[in-house]
């Protein structure tokens, strides 16, 4: 996992147990789930692509949701740049439709 990885993972969770964050302005809605999903990998020994590996972890982050949940999704999505971002947004929609969240992105080239 890589620094941006860790340090998003962690000020999510440091800012869900009321510690401070770095930002110059904060407001929090307190979570009845957190959930993570940091940069699956692939596994090739069993034949199963990134793709395999990551579509069902992110199904399981979607039905555990709920209205209050936190979804720390990082590194959706990981092919071509296009198609990348084509499946990112088709789950972020998901998200929204689905369980009314209000997501927010942090994106990279």
């Known amino acids: ?22 930002a110059n302005a904060f ?3 307190l979570t009845d789930v957190i959930s993570i999903s940091i940069g699956a ?8 692509s990134l793709c ?5 972890e992110t199904a399981r982050i979607f039905y555990a949701a709920t209205p209050r949940s936190l979804a720390i999704l990082n590194k959706l999505g ?4 296009r198609d990348g971002a084509a499946i990112a947004r088709a789950m ?3 998200l929204v439709r689905e369980n009314t969240f209000r997501p927010v992105g942090i994106c990279e080239d």
Not at 1 to 21: H, N, P, T, W
Not at 41 to 48: I, V
Not at 52 to 56: C, G, I, L, R
């Open 78 to 81: 990981r092919t071509s740049t």
């Open 92 to 94: 972020l929609n998901l």
């Open 52 to 56: 395999m590996v990551e579509v069902p």
């Open 1 to 22: 996992m890589g620094d941006k990885s860790s340090f998003l993972r962690a000020v999510a969770l440091l800012a869900q147990i009321g510690s401070l964050v770095p």
């Open 27 to 29: 407001s929090l809605a």
């Open 41 to 48: 990998r692939d596994n090739l020994a069993e034949g199963a």
